[in-house]
């Protein structure tokens, strides 16, 4: 999709809802890492706008995010540089996937998910010797990183493709409600 006015006006909103819907669930401990709250806006962006929009959205949300809420934090380990490279992902595959490709969501979404989750590993794994962290198999941080995040994963198989659809019916309905 082309980067116009209105995609960059509604790519900005999901990056402001991007760090607003988090701070919901930051009240209880560890529920953003389990539930992903910030994930859903991305990959929202990626399929409802393309892969630039939703790279825009994956790599800035999580950095803003940091700068305005202190969460996911930058120190004293950056998850907020290993979230910025997941959701970039995320945001570039599921644009690529659907819109380029015209994959089906579902099929998007899932392979979406596990290239989003192993980017993250990989920027994971390239961190440990900053922190003087042995190296661990990457199908072990990969393993980790969805074992963690299964509710969110859930939440996300039934979220994004209930809203893709929903989304995809209103706007065909009003387009074909103009002729």
Do not use: C
């Not at 644009?95 to 969501?105: D, E, F, R, S, V």
């Not at 290239?115 to 900053?130: E, K, Q």
């Not at 393993?143 to 989304?167: C, D, E, F, K």
């Amino acid at each position: 999709m082309k980067m116009t006015l209105n995609v960059l006006l509604r790519t900005s909103m999901m990056i402001a809802l991007g760090i607003a819907l988090p701070l919901a669930f930051h009240s209880v401990p560890n529920a953003g890492r389990v539930f992903l709250p910030m994930h859903l806006p991305v990959l929202l962006t990626g399929f409802l706008f393309g892969p630039v929009s939703g790279v825009l959205a994956g790599a800035v949300t999580p950095l803003l995010s940091s700068v305005f809420t202190g969460m996911p934090p930058m120190a004293p380990i950056p998850i907020a540089v290993q979230m910025s490279v997941e959701l970039a992902a995320f945001g570039l595959l599921a644009g690529l996937l659907y819109h380029a490709l015209k994959m089906n969501i579902f099929v998007s979404l899932v392979l979406t998910i596990a290239g989003g989750r192993l980017a993250y590993s990989i920027i994971t794994l390239a961190l440990f010797p900053l922190f003087g962290l042995n190296s661990i198999p990457l199908s072990v941080v990969f393993g980790a990183s969805l074992v963690t995040a299964l509710p969110g994963l859930a939440l996300q198989v039934v979220a994004i493709p209930s809203i893709i659809l929903g989304v995809n019916k209103y706007t065909h309905h009003q387009i074909s409600s103009r002729f």
